[in-house]
T-cell receptor
Framework: AQSVTQPDIHITVSEGASLELRCNYS??????LFWYVQSPGQGLQLLLK??????LVQGIKGFEAEFKRSQSSFNLRKPSVHWSDAAEYFC???????????FGPGTRLSVLP | ETGVTQTPRHLVMGMTNKKSLKCEQHLGHNAMYWYKQSAKKPLELMFVYNFKEQTENNSVPSRFSPECPNSSHLFLHLHTLQPEDSALYLC??????????????FGQGTRLTVV
């Protein structure tokens, strides 16, 4: 069965510092991978996605993620964090058919001024 | 109109009440989903509709009853709920084409409190 793990429940970084959020997945074939962000009381907003091709994908708000098949990872990065990036971040994997997305448990990001 | 709209945004209901959550998507998608998000728990997929047909029901209790009258609208009918059903209920939609997956677009959610 497919699954997603996000090892870090909560991360705190200073504004302006770099960020890396970890995501590992288990999937029987080449996965479709996603990162979503959720602000308190809101729905999930897509940051970026990987379907195929270049393993380094760019997203909105200055985020990027790199797909590493050998490590079954899809880590999210940002070179310089802004206070507005404080939120919950979810990694997800999708299937080719069935449209059922499996989400990781989320990583809560706090940003210090 | 935003892509996926959920109403109401907040709902407080007693355990004997009957209420419905509504979701509408303006993206022309053909698949819609209900998710439950509880505190300190991963997102739980509840129901999936593809071309108005229910394709998945993840062992959801019968006190939750989905309805998908067309590919743009999705309802979640609630009756005799329990306090542990209090959560954020999220609706999402995506497009299925030739078996290819696309990203899901989410609504803002309905915060449900059962008293």
């Amino acid at each position: 069965a497919q699954s997603v793990t996000q090892p870090d429940i909560h991360i705190t970084v200073s504004e302006g510092a770099s960020l890396e959020l970890r995501c590992n997945y288990s999937y029987g074939a080449t996965p479709y991978l996603f990162w979503y962000v959720q602000s308190p009381g809101q729905g999930l907003q897509l940051l970026l996605k990987y379907f195929s091709g270049d393993t380094l994908v760019q997203g909105i708000k200055g985020f990027e993620a790199e797909f590493k098949r050998s490590q079954s990872s899809f880590n999210l990065r940002k070179p310089s964090v802004h206070w507005s990036d404080a939120a919950e971040y979810f990694c997800a994997v999708g299937r080719n058919y069935g449209q059922n997305f499996v989400f990781g448990p989320g990583t809560r990001l706090s940003v210090l001024p | 109109e935003t892509g996926v709209t959920q109403t109401p945004r907040h709902l407080v209901m007693g355990m004997t009440n009957k209420k419905s959550l509504k979701c509408e998507q303006h993206l022309g998608h053909n698949a819609m989903y209900w998710y439950k998000q509880s505190a300190k728990k991963p997102l739980e997929l509840m129901f999936v509709y593809n071309f108005k047909e229910q394709t998945e029901n993840n062992s959801v209790p019968s006190r939750f009853s989905p309805e998908c009258p067309n590919s743009s609208h999705l309802f979640l009918h609630l009756h005799t709920l329990q306090p542990e059903d209090s959560a954020l209920y999220l609706c999402a939609s995506s497009q299925v084409e030739l078996g290819q997956n696309t990203e899901a677009f989410f609504g803002q959610g309905t915060r449900l409190t059962v008293v």
